[in-house]
């Protein structure tokens, strides 16, 4: 079987394990000439991580946009310098918090709430990365930004080691550490990420992600059944066919002409194919379809 040109891959990424390198892993296994995630996950993390690669890379943005789901260990009672167990601590507290008085502080963390990133991330700061900075030992404003959480629950509590594990669903651009950060001050005591896993994005999730050498060791053996084309990206929009002069309009970059849409009575945003080829994303308007983006192979 031959590697497809484009798509998918869904990897779960091990703890020590970069995310650059399991992207560099699938590259090779696919022969790929392009290939980037969609949402890095520091190395102490694991969990879901998506790899679009040839034209899969033009639906990055949509991936990169969705929402996320994790689960996190809180461990309270000490704060380190990188906002998970790996850093130094820097501060600590005797105070305990019990499961009773997490469940009673967490409903303040649900919907839009503002977030100071960790010192060490990889936001742009005046040209450099926060933890280029933070390295340097220089001092940095770190701007705060407006994230949102659709969902935040304790699973299970370990009091004694003061460890408390979440069930977070949150919007791009969230730092878990920074929760866990806020969450231990206002238990008033101080909180650390002890864990984390990002168990799904947008609609795929972990249970049908490969570690990066199995997906290599089936990519060897000419099985690429892993790959998952770029239109599932869009499997909740309606499909829209269109016919061969449809397809050289999309092609041109003009919108396509009522009388080449073949679905009956198709409105709104939608997915576009001639066959059974996906050919582009966008929207019907007054009868035409509009191209957001289109997926045509080089």
């Excluded at 839009?112 to 990133?117: E, F, G």
Aim: proline content about 4%.
């Amino acid at each position: 079987m031959t590697a497809p040109k484009s798509g998918i891959v869904l990897i779960d990424k091990r703890t020590g394990y970069s995310s650059q390198a399991a992207v560099s892993k699938v590259r090779r296994a696919l022969g790929a000439k392009t290939a980037g995630h969609t949402g890095t996950l520091d190395p102490m993390a694991t969990g879901l991580l998506v790899i679009c690669f040839g034209r899969g890379t033009r639906v990055s943005e949509y991936l990169g946009a969705s929402e996320k789901r994790y689960t996190a260990v809180l461990k309270t009672g000490i704060e380190t310098d990188t906002g998970d167990i790996t850093g130094s601590v820097v501060r600590r507290s005797d105070r305990r918090a019990s499961a009773e008085d997490v469940l009673g502080v967490l409903c303040e963390f649900r919907g839009k709430i503002v977030q100071v990133p960790p010192i060490y991330s990889a936001i742009w700061v005046n040209g450099r990365r926060l933890y280029e900075i933070a390295r340097s030992g220089e001092s940095v404003e770190v701007p705060s930004r407006e994230v949102e959480i659709f969902s935040l629950e304790l699973v299970s509590a370990d009091e004694n080691a003061g460890e408390f594990t979440l069930d977070i669903r949150c919007s791009k651009g969230t730092y878990i550490r920074s929760l866990c950060r806020d969450i231990g001050e206002k238990l008033g005591t101080f909180g650390t990420m002890s864990y984390l896993r990002r168990t799904q994005a947008g609609r795929y999730s972990v249970e049908n992600a490969l570690t990066p050498d199995e997906a290599a060791l089936r990519a060897e053996k000419g099985d690429f059944s892993f790959v998952f084309p770029i239109d599932s990206v869009f499997s909740e929009l309606p499909a829209v066919m269109t016919d061969q002069r449809g397809d050289r309009y999309v092609r041109d970059g003009a919108p396509v002409p009522s009388e080449h849409i073949l679905t009956p009575n198709a409105s709104g945003r939608c997915r576009l194919y001639n066959g059974d080829a996906f050919i582009a994303v966008g929207e019907i308007v007054n009868g035409e379809f509009i191209t957001e983006k289109n997926y045509y192979e080089l």
